[in-house]
């Protein structure tokens, strides 16, 4: 029991450094790269505007993908990266920073939780919980009061009761797709559980 508390916290300690060598082989950049390219296009034929402040799809999915294989290093960067050539691809409304921060903070988040590890239910329903609130609803609201002025507490009761309404959806799908990556990747990523 005590070797497995040492390799645990080994693994958490080391966890940036592993997740950082992931950049070191190259089929880690192909698929980085081929992961941006489907987020790109689930963005065109995956998301639906439902307001100027809200939209969902599912060209996060590749994202998450990459944070549960590559750790939060390299999802962060990824996270970060995406955001930007999204908006120089598909420019929609102006770009500001502040939301390639928040892909990076949500990327890390995941990263966190998922990189090295089983997927569980909790494993995922944990870090989508920290991502919706402190990512969704406080810093994406912040950077929306910044762009358009409408107020940060004007904008907080629309952008929580979205996200309740996302959270479970979300949780399952990514649930699902994981476990389902978990299978698959036995064979590439012999680290994984």
Known sequence: MEKKA????????????SSAEEFKELRNIVFCGVMGALSVVLSFVGS????????IGVSEIPNLMVDYLMGPVVGGVF???????????N?????FPGFSISAAAAAVIFGLFLYHKKVTFWRVLVPEILVKLIVNVGLNTLWLDMLY???????LPHRVVSNLIQ???DTVVLFAVLTAVQKA???Y???RK
């Open 6 to 17: 040492d390799n645990d916290q080994k693994v958490n300690r080391n966890i940036w450094i």
């Open 48 to 55: 639906i505007r439902l307001s100027p402040y809200m939209k």
């Open 79 to 89: 996270g970060a990266v995406m955001d930007f050539l999204k908006f120089l691809i």
């Open 91 to 95: 420019p929609d409304g102006s770009f």
């Open 149 to 155: 002025g409408k107020g940060f507490w004007a904008l």
């Open 167 to 169: 959270l479970p959806i």
């Open 185 to 187: 990747a036995k064979k």
């Open 189 to 191: 990523w012999r680290d």
